[in-house]
């Protein structure tokens, strides 16, 4: 252990404590005396002469009115003596006390011109100019004044060496002594301010090294910060999404006669997603300390939300003001998963928020209903305010909402309708039911309604680790209708297998050597008849997110997912669905949220604008998220028909996958 020196005798403690005021030096103390000295002399002078000034003025043949004057006036002078102590503190007041006494007493214009020093070192130009003219016209009287006296009463008026008769300056000598008095004066005020104005810009350069040191003390600290991120990032991330991974592909490949084996390999799979919730939290603690960007929220709760705690969410809704009819029937709520009971809890939570926010002191109807027979329906109804007809927001929420639902199988709208009490916004939701400790079922539908059977969905893994491609053929094949074609080792691999294999899907990683899954995606998609393709990344709030579904993703999915949403993911990008793992959801929408509005927003609306009303339709159901299926239901057609106007959306805005749509339609409002 280090062992501070001890400090020297009289000087302050070693170590952190209040810091002891600095001790003068002895330029300043030099400095101080000499203030000091300046001061004595400048009060001597200015009662010394405002006394001669008034002194002389009296004769012994004067009456007493004259007296009472002389008194005055060396009183007067005396007061303007002690003034000029405080001249730098009131230089106006001084230099107005001194000018206007010299125009009317005989007090003399010293007090003016000292204080009128101060003034131009210390105050503005414009009250420099107008106290300037009052000193100099101050100085004039005074010495006319002089000048038509008698040389005996005169205060310039000297005897000549080997006369008796004293001789008065001439009017050129007057003159020059006002002239000289006043210039001196004002040159020495100049010089006070240019002295000011450099130490202030001292200062002031003193002060903006410190703030730009202190800002790259910030960046290094930040850069530190990043290189552990990164750190974290290509290393525990990706060993975490291993381990991830591989136990779950060991948990789908158990046979069921091993449920121990089959419920062992589950937990190591959910620890280790827990462990990588943590991991991107901290990572984007380290990325934004003081929280200044749009931060993903973390995949945990501290408090256990699901269908059981919606009614503590009604009797708080209710608790702070909101009038709220509720009508919750739930059918042994603690059967439903964990994701279901999250998923339809934070549907109604945003529901609540968004009635309480946009419609503030209006009754809110809120219906649920949630039995294993029916699944889980939602239906939130609140009047619109008279003065918009649309509520106003980000609608940040209403994807969250809707997000929520397609990634679990369901289906949910939000929107203003004219309803019985005139304009309203509904919130509707369904979401399947999906029972404790089971996977979720397919749920894809053909045009008629009925199960589809699809036939087998090809599948090119393109990673650069084999033990992630290992990990997800394992997941995937875990599936009879899903089939692994081929494998690719890094991006520049991947269009030849592509063109070689014509699978359905790519699952693409993001971040390879030579070429990396932003540009092996757009390769891909620039290819005729092209495969959808899905991103895997470790981390949801990656800056290339973005990039990746705008070179034509169909959706991005972590690598820590459970093998079921890997599998669901796959199966509904094969039928022309996105597919955005819902914490990545939150991450894309907020940014696009709060980009900002500018050339981007201009041109995404005029390209809408090439568009038929229909067509617009559709663009903006699909970037409610809602399938072909559940917009076919809501525009009263056939799939069919939904899939080729969105085919022609597509075509004329030049776009790759309904994603892409999605994203310009949100740019676009």
Not at 82 to 91: G, I, Q
Not at 152 to 161: C, G, K, L, T, W
Not at 245 to 256: M, N, R, T
Not at 455 to 462: K, N, P, S
């Amino acid at each position: 252990m280090t062992v501070p020196p001890p400090a020297p005798a009289g000087g302050p403690p070693p170590g952190p404590g209040p810091a002891w005021p600095a001790k003068p030096t002895a330029a300043r103390r030099r400095g101080h005396a000499w203030s000091v000295v300046l001061t004595v002399l400048l009060v001597t002078v200015t009662a010394f002469f405002g006394l001669v000034f008034s002194v002389v003025w009296y004769d012994d043949g004067d009456s007493g009115l004259e007296l009472l004057l002389s008194v005055v006036s060396a009183g007067y002078a005396l007061g303007l003596g002690a003034v000029v102590a405080f001249r730098a503190r009131y230089p106006v007041a001084l230099t107005l006390l001194g000018g206007f006494g010299a125009l009317v007493l005989p007090v003399g214009p010293v007090a003016a011109l000292v204080g009128l020093t101060s003034v131009i070192a210390t105050r503005d130009r414009r009250t420099a100019w107008w106290l300037g003219a009052l000193t100099a016209v101050a100085t004039a009287v005074s010495l006319v004044r002089d000048a038509v006296r008698s040389p005996d009463d005169a205060v310039f008026a000297s005897v000549p060496e080997g006369g008796t008769v004293p001789v008065q300056a001439s009017v050129w000598g007057y003159v020059a002594l006002g002239g000289v008095g006043f210039v001196v004066a004002v040159s020495i005020g100049l010089v006070r301010r240019s002295q000011g104005d450099a130490a202030r810009a001292a200062r002031e350069t003193q002060a903006q090294v410190q703030v730009t040191e202190g800002l790259r003390t910030q960046v290094a600290r930040q850069d530190e910060r990043e290189l552990i991120a990164r750190e974290v990032h290509d290393a525990l991330a990706h060993r975490l999404s291993l381990v991830s991974l591989h136990s779950g592909a060991l948990e789908v490949s158990v046979p069921a006669d091993q449920p121990e084996l089959q419920q062992a390999a589950q937990v190591v799979r959910e620890n280790a997603h827990r462990s990588l919730e943590d991991l991107r939290d901290l990572v984007a603690l380290l990325r934004d300390p003081d929280g200044l960007t749009a931060a993903t929220p973390p995949g945990g709760s501290a408090v256990a939300v699901g269908l059981a705690t919606i009614h503590e969410l009604v009797d708080a809704t209710r608790s702070s003001g909101v009038p709220l009819v509720a009508t919750v029937v739930l059918e042994d709520p603690s059967a439903a998963s964990p994701q279901l009971g999250r998923a339809a809890y934070r549907i109604v939570q945003e529901a609540l928020t968004n009635a309480r926010k946009h419609a503030p002191g209006l009754a809110v109807d809120l219906d649920v209903r949630a039995s294993a027979a029916t699944g889980v329906s939602i239906r939130v109804v609140n009047p619109l305010p008279p003065t918009a007809a649309v509520p106003p927001g980000s609608r940040t929420g209403r994807a969250g909402m809707l997000a929520r639902a397609t990634q679990l199988g369901g289906r949910a709208h939000a929107g203003p309708r004219t309803g019985p009490r005139g304009p309203e916004f509904i919130v509707e939701a369904w979401l399947p039911w999906i029972a404790d400790g089971s996977p979720r079922p397919d749920l894809r539908r053909d045009v008629g309604g009925r199960p589809c059977d699809g036939g087998v969905t090809r599948v090119l893994l393109v990673d650069d680790d084999p033990l992630v491609r290992t990990g997800l053929r394992m997941i995937l094949q875990s599936d009879p209708e899903i089939e692994v074609v081929a494998e690719a080792s890094d991006g520049s691999e991947a269009v030849p297998a592509v063109q070689a294999h014509r699978p359905d899907v790519v699952l693409m990683d993001l971040r390879m050597a030579r070429l990396d899954g932003i540009a092996a995606t757009a390769a891909v998609r620039a290819l005729p008849d092209p495969p959808a393709v899905v991103v895997l990344t470790s981390f949801d709030a990656d800056e290339n997110v973005l990039r990746a579904l705008e070179a034509g993703a169909s959706g991005f999915l972590l690598k820590d997912a459970a093998p079921r949403e890997i599998v669901d993911g796959v199966r509904a990008v094969a039928d022309g669905d996105a597919v955005l793992a819902p914490r990545v959801a939150r991450f894309v929408v907020a940014h696009v949220a709060t980009s900002r509005v500018g050339e981007e927003t201009v041109a995404a609306r005029h390209a809408l604008a090439q568009l038929t009303d229909r067509e617009r339709d559709i663009a903006g159901l699909v970037a409610e998220g809602l399938s072909n299926a559940d917009i076919a239901q809501r525009v009263y057609v056939s799939e069919a028909t939904v899939k080729t106007h969105l085919g022609r959306v597509m075509t004329k805005l030049g776009l790759a996958n309904r994603v892409q749509v999605a994203l310009l339609v949100e740019r676009a409002r």
